[in-house]
């Protein structure tokens, strides 16, 4: 789309305003004119990514509703982790995503399912993410004779939230070392940072107990970059 702006952090947009802001509001308004049960936000991640459902924060404390978007995921039989802690949900202005929006605005349940590579179709995303969504839909019993699936999937035990990942403090081409979707421990390797003699000038850890979630779509990284993003435990037990 032809806007400098990232799109998905304009709801509930200005119908007075610039025309992305009018565009926004377009798309808002239509959406507020259902009768909704929830919102579904379905995205893509890295190349090298696993699947995975986000949680939206609510800005003002809402426990019930928590818990139904918790249970919601779960239900998906996707790794579910809930966003950024509370301020740093709002310092990259997430509440004004579509999803943030919706939960924060309408106290409506919405989920962010992030599967598959962007700008790219990969059939095994969509059949895993048209499996997860129905996982949620017939656990509403909102389709008749659906039963939910298992999805094949690793899913760490525990509560966990998206965090950004440890930064290099070398130039070179990453190198992972940690699968993704797997539990690590504090001080696991993740990636190696590697000149293009092949000598490794950085070796990143685990800072914590953590999940790699997705590693850049990018072979060469820079000093003070993150090299992937991270679940990392809110809660050891549910």
């Given at each position: ?215 850049p779509d990018?072979?060469?990284?820079q000093t ?15």
């Amino acid at each position: 789309p032809p806007f400098e702006k990232d799109i998905n952090r304009q709801f509930p947009g200005n119908i007075r305003g610039d025309l992305l802001e009018q565009h926004i509001a377009h798309i808002w308004n239509d959406l507020k004119s259902y009768n909704l049960d929830l919102v579904i936000d379905l995205h893509t991640d890295s190349g090298e990514a696993y699947p995975y459902v986000l949680l939206d924060r609510s800005i003002v404390s809402n426990p019930s509703l928590a818990e139904k978007i918790w249970i919601l995921g779960e239900e998906s039989r996707m790794f579910s982790i809930w966003e950024y802690p509370l301020r740093r949900y709002r310092q990259f202005n997430l509440q004004n995503s579509l999803a943030g929006t919706v939960l924060n605005q309408l106290k409506i349940p919405s989920l962010t399912i992030e599967a598959g590579p962007r700008r790219h179709i990969r059939a095994s995303s969509v059949a895993l993410t048209l499996k997860a969504i129905q996982n949620i839909l017939a656990s509403l019993g909102m389709l008749k004779k659906a039963k939910q699936e298992d999805l094949g999937l690793r899913l760490p035990y525990g509560v966990w939230r998206r965090e950004t990942g440890p930064r290099t403090s070398e130039n070179g081409l990453i190198f992972p070392l940690a699968e993704t979707g797997v539990r690590l421990s504090k001080r696991d390797p993740i990636a190696n940072i590697i000149n293009e003699e092949g000598v490794v000038q950085d070796v990143i850890y685990a800072p914590e107990t953590c999940v790699v979630i997705s590693y850049p779509d990018i072979g060469y990284i820079q000093t003070g970059q993150p090299v992937c993003t991270l679940a990392v435990l809110e809660f050891e037990e549910i």
